[in-house]
């Protein structure tokens, strides 16, 4: 069984949000003239660097899904896509289309997850409220 991510905790924060792609390329260096690039496998995941602001229930919450749930971050999970889960769908001049009722229509998506190279880091954030960075691996 695959876990979910806590609908009890907020989206990633903004700032903070950072993506990039597995290079999926192996390097040639040739005798004279530039490096060749070939495809050294044929699906690259995406790396994603992010944080979360968590107040203290959310924050118990995330140690549990992490360090339990998570077995130490050993195990996949499905998480919202951020950029993409709960926003509205527009129309090409940037109106969101609306159903019958008048409500807006939101998409959505999810990611397969596997926790990066750097374990959660927690940082104290204001007054009562905990940061958790981390790394994700977004599967292809």
């Known amino acids: 069984m695959i876990l979910t991510w806590p609908a009890d905790l907020p989206r990633p924060e903004r700032p903070s949000w950072q993506l990039t792609s597995q290079d999926a390329r192996r390097k040639t260096q040739s005798d ?3 490096a060749r690039y070939r495809r050294r496998f044929s699906s690259a995941a995406k790396l994603v660097t992010l944080s979360v602001i968590l107040t203290r229930d959310q924050k118990a919450i995330f140690d549990r ?24 769908l527009l129309t090409s001049d940037g109106t969101p289309l609306l159903t019958g009722g008048g ?27 905990f940061k958790k ?5 977004v599967m292809p």
């Open 32 to 34: 004279a003239g530039p």
């Open 65 to 88: 899904f992490f360090h339990e749930d998570c077995a130490e971050g050993a195990r996949l999970f499905y998480m919202p896509d951020p950029t993409t889960d709960g926003w509205a």
């Open 103 to 129: 409500v807006p229509i939101l998409m959505a998506a999810r990611w397969l997850c596997s926790w990066g190279d750097q374990v959660p880091v927690e940082t104290i954030h204001g007054q009562v409220e």
């Open 133 to 137: 960075s981390f790394n994700l691996q």
